[in-house]
């Protein structure tokens, strides 16, 4: 490669909207359709040549995307705005792209992030509902907020995560930074959980809505909740709260 070719090659970002109900998560995968094959693979045709993509992180089968972020290298010379409306005339109508921009040789999606906000919606009402049952988890019995609300203060900061991770996952370390946790009401039948951190183990998220709803139920107190979090035992907690409640809203980079 000479200088020119390294002087050419640009970085893209790309931010992702998705809904991830007939995908097997993002992470290409032998045998499964992925939102990353899809996504690469809509690249490669409108820049003629191989294109791999990297994401801020891997969301599971069924888990939804509103500010997903990817960034790929090409020295196609297409601006961000005609990419951005090339690949959305490719792409099918569950993945669109929102934004689109050149940025620095070293951003990177995964590794350049501060922070990630994923949002858990949870329908709380007697019946399910037709319309949204891909896209909230139903829950029937009512939930109280306050004991909830208790056990998201006990998350945040840096703490040991390892009871709320799903067993076999490969990482150096538990330790996890949640800056944000909150419970918004919206209605009387729609409850959102919001999670903030400098990054998530694998199923954290739907582990700890899992735990939390039986809180809410009234199953478990937040004292228990407490027991189980300085325990670091997966088997102590609850259950994974369903995929497809669980959306990633967005990636912060700080100032990039």
Not at 94 to 106: G, M, T
Not at 149 to 165: D, R, T, V, Y
Not at 229 to 244: N, Q, V
Request: charged share 25%; glycine share 8%.
């Amino acid at each position: 490669m000479n200088e020119h070719d390294i002087q050419a090659r640009r970085n893209i970002k790309l931010v992702l909207e998705y809904d991830g109900s007939s995908y097997h998560g993002w992470q290409r995968q032998a045998g499964s359709l992925s939102v990353q094959e899809i996504v690469e693979s809509r690249l490669g045709v409108m820049l003629g040549d191989r294109v791999g993509v990297r994401a801020s992180g891997r969301t599971d089968a069924g888990v939804h995307a509103k500010g997903q972020v990817v960034n790929f290298y090409t020295r196609n010379r297409l601006k961000p705005e005609e990419i951005l409306r090339g690949l959305n005339s490719l792409l099918p109508g569950d993945i669109v792209v929102l934004d689109a921009e050149e940025v620095d040789e070293s951003f990177h999606a995964r590794f350049s992030a501060v922070s990630k906000i994923y949002e858990y919606h949870i329908l709380n009402r007697a019946v399910p509902s037709a319309l949204l049952r891909k896209y909230v988890w139903h829950v029937r019995r009512p939930l109280s907020p306050g004991p909830m609300e208790e056990c998201l203060k006990m998350i945040c900061g840096m703490k040991n995560f390892s009871a709320f991770m799903t067993s076999g996952s490969p990482v150096s370390s538990t330790e996890r930074h949640i800056m944000r946790a909150a419970i918004e009401r919206s209605g009387t039948d729609f409850l959102k959980i919001l999670f903030e951190a400098n990054g998530f183990l694998r199923q954290m998220v739907r582990n700890l809505t899992g735990t939390l709803v039986e809180v809410g139920k009234g199953k478990r107190t937040p004292e228990e909740f407490a027991a189980i979090l300085d325990s670091g035992d997966r088997r102590k907690a609850g259950m994974t709260a369903p995929a497809h409640g669980l959306y990633l809203v967005s990636v912060n980079y700080g100032r990039d």
